[in-house]
């Protein structure tokens, strides 16, 4: 079974520029997360999708950061215009639904590590 | 709201030797807990969870936790780390409900096996 896919691992921008993550979940996952994890901290939950609905995103800076999951399937996450304090990784997760052979976890893609110069 | 508080930035331990790894958690709602780890450049992979029965969880490479709802904490344990164990450590809460299972992550503990 194939894992949570992110590209890109790697970008390097300077401020002020936008750039653009992508996530493909776990084929049959309906529900799609996006954290940041900063360096030295634990991740921090910004948008939580199901299936192509926002189920949550308090945590979402939303004057420049924003993401869609358009088709219930892949999501992209967008920060335009970036900031220094942008620097981080962006975990992407999956799980399926209660009922869904749900087991409790998050299955985690590697990480988009952005640096903003 | 929920909140994991992992009271060691950093833990170093040699070879062979045993290992704790503390954590601590609020919430007003029965909660789902868990360990995953994080080797160098890599995202985050599921050591162990505790979702109901037995306090005691084994999980993988030899790790285990014990679930203390009186003490509102679930410490990873390892009783002789190996080299390869050196990476950095996040336990995490969850509240299930209709929408997934949304974690809430402590700061992380950073584990360096010494030779």
């Known amino acids: 079974e194939a894992g949570v896919a992110q590209s890109p691992r790697y970008k390097i921008i300077e401020k002020r520029q936008s750039v653009a993550f992508w996530c493909n979940p776990i084929s049959g996952h309906a529900t799609l997360y996006w954290y940041q994890q900063i360096l030295g901290q634990g991740p921090k939950l910004l948008i939580q999708f199901q299936n192509n609905g926002v189920v949550d995103d308090s945590q979402l800076p939303k004057d420049r950061f924003s993401a869609e999951r358009l088709k219930g399937v892949d999501s992209t996450l967008k920060i335009q215009p970036a900031k220094l304090e942008d620097s981080a990784v962006y975990l992407c997760a999956s799980s399926s639904l209660p009922g869904q052979g749900n087991t409790g976890e998050l299955f985690f893609g590697e990480g988009s590590r952005l640096t903003v110069l | 709201a929920q909140s994991v508080t992992q009271l060691d930035s950093q833990v170093p331990v040699f070879e062979e030797a045993p290992v704790e790894l503390r954590c601590n958690y609020s919430s007003s709602v029965s909660v789902y807990l868990f360990w995953y780890v994080q080797y160098p450049n890599q995202g985050l992979q599921l050591l162990l969870k505790?979702?109901?029965?037995?306090?005691l969880v084994k999980g993988i490479n030899g790790f285990e936790a014990e679930f203390n709802k009186s003490q509102t904490s679930f410490h990873l344990r390892k009783p002789s780390v190996h080299i390869s164990d050196t990476a950095e450590y996040f336990c995490?809460?969850?509240?299930?409900?209709?929408?997934?299972?949304?974690?809430?992550f402590g700061g992380g503990t950073r584990v360096l096996v010494k030779p």
């Open positions: 505790y979702l109901s029965g037995s306090t």
């Open positions: 995490a809460v969850s509240e299930n409900d209709a929408a997934g299972n949304k974690l809430t």
